[in-house]
């Protein structure tokens, strides 16, 4: 069974710049999550969608961070316009529910120059 | 969400049981304890996780004491793959995962 994947595994852009993210999750993984870590850090939590809801966006940063999940299969997360503190790994996450386990995609390093 | 405390750093010797303690005193009746690893640059990987009760699988053991204010996870036979900083994550059933600083494992040949 494949695991969770993202795209790219590295993306280099300057600031002012927009970049998005793909994450595929688990196949019938209904909860999908997305996270980050900048530069010496702790990961963070950014939302949660349940299919194509958001269940919780109280770690978006600010508004200029925009996450869909159109068709509640795979999710892109939004960068307009990068700035330099945006940068670190962006880790995508699924569940089967809410009470399982989440699987942790090998991440997106987000460079903003 | 209840906090934890674990060591900034540990040392093990390949072969040997690594101990990784966590201190979680803070945690309520209905939430689990989590383990995750992060190998280098890698995604989080689960490791095992438990309620109150000890738990084992091919990965590692985790005995968490009968107050649940702290638990330990064993890997009983260590090896150098298993160099990572490992976290504990004291989460509600229906929450996400809140990380902290981990412990980082160095596993010495």
């Known amino acids: 069974e494949a695991g969770v994947t993202q795209f790219p595994s590295h993306s280099v852009i300057e600031k002012g710049q927009t970049v998005t993210l793909r994450c595929d999750p688990i196949?019938?993984?209904?909860?999908l999550y997305w996270y980050r870590r900048v530069m010496g850090k702790e990961i963070k939590f950014l939302l949660h969608?349940?299919?194509?809801?958001?269940?919780?966006e109280s770690g978006m940063p600010n508004n200029r961070f925009l996450a869909e999940r159109t068709g509640g299969t795979y999710s892109t997360l939004k960068v307009q316009p990068a700035e330099l503190e945006d940068s670190g790994v962006y880790f995508c996450?699924?569940?089967?529910?809410?009470?399982?386990?989440?699987?942790f995609g090998p991440g997106t390093r987000l460079t903003v120059l | 969400d209840a906090k934890t405390t674990q060591p900034t750093s540990m040392d093990c010797a390949e072969g040997r049981a690594a101990n990784l303690p966590c201190n979680h005193s803070?945690?309520?009746?209905?939430?689990?304890v989590y383990w995750y690893r992060q190998i280098h640059s890698q995604g989080p990987q689960y490791i095992i996780h438990?309620?109150?009760n000890n738990e084992t699988n091919e990965m590692a053991s985790l005995i968490i004491t009968e107050d649940r204010k702290s638990s330990t996870l064993i890997l009983p036979h260590a090896t150098l793959r298993d160099t990572a900083v490992y976290y504990c994550?004291?989460?509600?059933?229906?929450?996400?995962?809140?990380f902290g600083a981990g412990t980082r494992l160095t596993v010495k040949p």
């Open positions: 996450a699924s569940s089967q529910s809410l009470t399982t386990k989440q699987f």
């Open positions: 196949s019938g993984h209904d909860n």
């Open positions: 969608f349940v299919k194509e809801s958001k269940q919780d």
């Open positions: 803070t945690i309520s009746g209905n939430e689990y």
């Open positions: 438990g309620l109150k």
């Open positions: 994550i004291v989460r509600p059933n229906n929450n996400d995962m809140r």
